[in-house]
């Protein structure tokens, strides 16, 4: 009889340290579901903000062939677009291209630049999403690294809270900003 109670409780410790096992699992596969998802985003972002840079120049140089176009609103494009990386300053550049195509409505008429500037408005509202789509998925990312029981995954695994993406403040902000 006593041996048939101590294979009960081993079986019994067996049987929950494998649910413990398999619901840490579970929650260590969710940290890793948006850490995936956070890099694709991320990715996805780096190679529209590449693609915004390019147009940008691009749409610059069919600018210089226009005769009415100033020369220093151009100067100050290519400048901005210098630093690629910089979701700043080529969100500067964009401002300053869409001022530069309003006062010259003879723009649009050229088919290239009426592509370049059909491109980066597309561009510019693919980037606006794939920002909200990053933010929320660094939503459910920082409440995993926060709230129990994923917490405990999150300090096992050295988990860290990660920053919104902000393009107001060069691309990434702390969460605790506003607290």
């Known amino acids: 009889m006593e041996v048939v109670k101590m294979i009960h409780y081993i079986l019994s410790a067996i049987v929950l340290i494998s649910l413990g096992l398999i619901y840490y699992i579970y929650l260590f596969n969710k940290f890793q579901d948006c850490l995936v998802r956070l890099e694709e985003a991320t990715l996805n972002i780096t190679s529209l903000l590449n ?6 120049n691009k749409a610059v140089e069919v600018m ?13 494009i290519a ?13 500067q550049a964009f401002n300053e291209f869409n001022i530069i195509t309003i006062d010259n409505p003879q723009l649009l008429k050229n088919k290239t630049y009426h592509t370049f500037y059909n491109s980066l408005n597309d561009t510019e509202e693919q980037l606006i999403a794939l920002k909200k789509y990053y933010n929320n998925i660094l939503i ?14 999150a300090i096992i695994k050295a988990f860290k809270e990660k920053e919104f993406y902000d393009s107001v403040h060069h691309g990434l902000t702390t969460k605790n900003e506003g607290e």
């Open 51 to 56: 693609k915004k840079f390019d147009l940008l």
């Open 64 to 76: 210089k062939t226009q005769k009415k176009i100033k020369e220093e609103p151009l100067k100050k």
């Open 79 to 91: 400048e901005l677009t210098i630093r690629q990386a910089d979701d700043n300053a080529l969100n």
């Open 140 to 153: 459910t990312y920082n409440k995993l690294v926060r709230c129990w029981p994923t917490k405990i995954v």
